[in-house]
């Protein structure tokens, strides 16, 4: 028995100027190709959220967000989405680095 998620994932690569955004479906595949978002462009990031309320409609279920802290640069980002209403996460990279270095371990088994 697998388990899926009763949400849309949505990754982000935060970096300074920019970042990545990867929306993934329930059952883990992409909804999109992954893409790049500018922070000071207001269309760039208009685009993204709509893009992550389409994926909210087509599956009728809300979306969770995730995004490393990064020092500085995530919290406008952070606050942004969450105007918007979006669930938003903020991720330790210790933690993601730690776990990424755990599964390729046992995956190695």
């Given at each position: 028995?697998?388990?899926?998620?009763?949400?849309?994932?949505?990754?982000?690569?935060?970096?300074?100027?920019?970042?990545?955004f990867?929306?993934?479906?329930?059952?883990?595949?992409?909804?999109?190709?992954?893409?790049?978002?500018?922070?000071d462009?207001?269309?760039s990031?208009k685009?993204a959220?709509?893009?992550?309320?389409?994926?909210?409609?087509?599956?009728?279920?809300?979306?969770?967000?995730?995004?490393?802290?990064?020092?500085?640069?995530?919290?406008?980002?952070?606050?942004?989405?969450k105007?918007?209403?979006?669930?938003?996460?903020?991720?330790?990279?210790?933690?993601?680095?730690?776990?990424?270095?755990?599964?390729?371990?046992?995956?190695?088994?």
């Amino acid at each position: 028995m697998s388990f899926l998620p009763n949400y849309i994932s949505v990754g982000i690569d935060v970096a300074a100027d920019f970042s990545w955004f990867c929306i993934l479906t329930p059952d883990g595949r992409e909804f999109k190709k992954p893409f790049k978002v500018d922070h000071d462009n207001a269309d760039s990031l208009k685009n993204a959220a709509l893009s992550i309320k389409k994926a909210e409609e087509q599956f009728s279920m809300k979306s969770k967000i995730f995004l490393e802290s990064t020092g500085i640069y995530h919290f406008p980002l952070f606050c942004h989405l969450k105007e918007l209403g979006f669930e938003v996460f903020v991720i330790n990279p210790l933690i993601t680095n730690s776990n990424k270095k755990y599964w390729y371990k046992k995956s190695e088994k």
